[in-house]
């Protein structure tokens, strides 16, 4: 087996976020093994300050340039405060600074998308937290990553079981890939129940504790639509050979088959800290205090065929994946906004497929299959526009 690996120096865009705090957790837990360079956050300043007593970044962003005094301020006292840097530059540069190597990309929506090229182009491998890198960045950030030979290591649970299942299959030994879902908060409610359920109702996940806009997209299963055009542009395969099975239990995270038909699965507790760990201590195994899994605890392990009258936003990311260049762009930016009038409760659940439906099938005629990041970005804008235009 391989020595234990020595002390890898990591830079965490999103610190604030569950994405950041959990990493953050794994640090702490293991100083001999990871060092903080980088720290980039919105507007949760106090957290940001404990963070860098904590960790002693080298280099700190905040990408609101209003925050700037606060977190001056929360700092002042330090000796050898880091240096510190505003708004969406500010955070790229925090992305390619100094001599980390791998870079967590914890930011929620399309926002994470420049510092992730960022730090691509300054050769640091990334732990990819941020859905859209792929989604909305795919055509764009996969020539990158070959350019430039970094690495990109799923941390989401999902990519990281098939990632995980995907040691020692040779190239082309891949045939199917199996992604579990939990269902999200309305797994057992009644489809007639959906139309009025509110954003608390949303909000409880049953399994995983993570952002509000994850969850909410969990409850509508675009989670996993999202989730599905991430594992094609990861693996390679095409989308008639990616699949969704309901698995309440949230224990197997996600399966493949190979060409003989024997399927192979990763297991684990709903902990986020343990994708996120593989991603930073990849290919090495690092020792943890964590709970093993235990299966005659857990007992039973079921399966069901997903709902697809009861969650359209599947067939909506299915459909976009197809279509390919910008649309899955198009779709993700639709459903964060769509998303976001949902939590700010302007808009009933049902009108989150229903909005981004519209949108997409607008959108149609002006796909383009080779889309620069300008087109990316302005796809996004567009998509948004339409979202508040349509509501
Ligand atoms: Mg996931």
């Given at each position: 087996?391989?020595?234990?690996?020595?002390?890898?120096?990591?830079?965490?865009?999103?610190?604030?976020?569950?994405?950041?705090?959990?990493?953050?957790?794994?640090?702490?837990?293991?100083?001999?093994?990871?060092?903080?360079?980088?720290?980039?956050?919105?507007?949760n300043?106090?957290?940001?300050?404990?963070?860098?007593?904590?960790?002693?970044?080298?280099?700190?962003?905040?990408?609101?340039?209003?925050?700037?005094?606060?977190?001056?301020?929360?700092?002042?006292?330090?000796?050898?405060?880091?240096?510190?840097?505003?708004?969406?530059?500010g955070?790229a540069?925090?992305a390619?600074?100094?001599?980390?190597?791998?870079?967590?990309?914890g930011?929620?929506?399309?926002?994470?998308?420049l510092?992730?090229i960022?730090?691509?182009e300054?050769?640091?491998d990334?732990?990819?937290?941020?859905?859209?890198?792929?989604?909305?960045?795919a055509?764009v950030?996969?020539?990158?990553?070959?350019?430039?030979?970094?690495?990109?290591?799923?941390?989401?649970?999902?990519?990281?079981?098939?990632?995980?299942?995907?040691?020692?299959?040779?190239?082309?030994?891949?045939?199917?890939?199996?992604?579990?879902?939990?269902?999200?908060?309305?797994?057992?409610l009644?489809v007639?129940?959906l139309?009025?359920?509110?954003?608390?109702?949303?909000?409880?996940h049953?399994?995983?504790?993570?952002g509000?806009?994850?969850?909410?997209?969990?409850?509508?299963?675009?989670?996993?639509?999202?989730?599905?055009?991430?594992?094609?542009?990861?693996?390679?395969?095409?989308?008639?050979?990616?699949?969704?099975?309901?698995?309440?239990?949230?224990?197997?995270?996600?399966?493949?088959?190979?060409?003989d038909?024997?399927?192979?699965?990763?297991?684990?507790?709903?902990?986020?800290?343990?994708?996120?760990?593989?991603?930073?201590s990849?290919?090495?195994?690092?020792?943890?205090?964590?709970?093993?899994?235990d299966?005659?605890?857990?007992?039973?392990?079921?399966?069901r065929?997903?709902?697809?009258?009861?969650?359209?936003?599947?067939?909506?990311?299915?459909?976009?994946?197809?279509?390919?260049?910008?649309?899955?762009?198009?779709l993700?930016?639709?459903?964060?906004?769509?998303?976001?009038?949902?939590?700010?409760?302007?808009?009933?659940f049902?009108d989150?497929?229903?909005?981004?439906?519209?949108?997409?099938?607008?959108?149609?005629?002006?796909?383009?299959?080779?889309?620069?990041?300008?087109?990316?970005?302005?796809?996004?804008?567009?998509?948004?526009?339409?979202?508040l235009?349509?509501?």
């Amino acid at each position: 087996m391989s020595a234990s690996i020595k002390q890898k120096a990591i830079t965490i865009l999103g610190s604030t976020g569950s994405i950041g705090t959990q990493t953050l957790d794994i640090v702490k837990d293991h100083p001999d093994k990871f060092r903080v360079v980088g720290l980039a956050a919105g507007r949760n300043i106090k957290l940001l300050a404990e963070q860098i007593r904590a960790f002693k970044p080298e280099i700190v962003a905040t990408s609101y340039e209003d925050k700037l005094p606060e977190l001056q301020n929360a700092i002042a006292n330090l000796t050898n405060p880091p240096k510190i840097l505003v708004g969406g530059e500010g955070v790229a540069e925090v992305a390619r600074y100094g001599d980390s190597e791998s870079v967590v990309t914890g930011i929620v929506g399309c926002a994470g998308l420049l510092p992730t090229i960022a730090a691509i182009e300054a050769g640091k491998d990334i732990a990819l937290a941020n859905k859209e890198t792929l989604i909305a960045g795919a055509p764009v950030v996969l020539p990158l990553v070959e350019k430039h030979g970094v690495k990109l290591l799923p941390a989401d649970s999902e990519h990281s079981a098939i990632f995980q299942c995907l040691q020692g299959v040779p190239e082309a030994g891949l045939r199917r890939i199996m992604l579990t879902a939990s269902g999200g908060s309305f797994r057992d409610l009644p489809v007639e129940k959906l139309a009025t359920v509110t954003v608390q109702d949303a909000l409880k996940h049953p399994n995983w504790t993570m952002g509000q806009k994850i969850t909410i997209d969990s409850a509508t299963l675009m989670n996993k639509g999202l989730e599905v055009i991430e594992a094609h542009y990861l693996f390679g395969l095409d989308y008639d050979h990616i699949d969704i099975v309901i698995h309440p239990q949230s224990i197997i995270h996600s399966l493949i088959e190979v060409q003989d038909t024997s399927v192979l699965a990763q297991l684990g507790w709903a902990d986020m800290r343990l994708p996120l760990l593989y991603a930073l201590s990849y290919p090495d195994r690092i020792y943890t205090d964590w709970e093993p899994l235990d299966l005659v605890k857990i007992s039973n392990l079921t399966f069901r065929e997903p709902d697809h009258n009861k969650y359209p936003c599947m067939k909506l990311a299915y459909a976009a994946g197809r279509a390919g260049g910008l649309m899955p762009a198009v779709l993700n930016a639709a459903n964060e906004q769509a998303v976001a009038l949902f939590l700010a409760e302007k808009i009933e659940f049902l009108d989150i497929p229903r909005l981004i439906e519209t949108v997409c099938d607008r959108f149609t005629t002006q796909n383009t299959p080779y889309p620069s990041l300008e087109n990316i970005l302005e796809a996004d804008t567009w998509a948004r526009r339409m979202v508040l235009e349509s509501h």
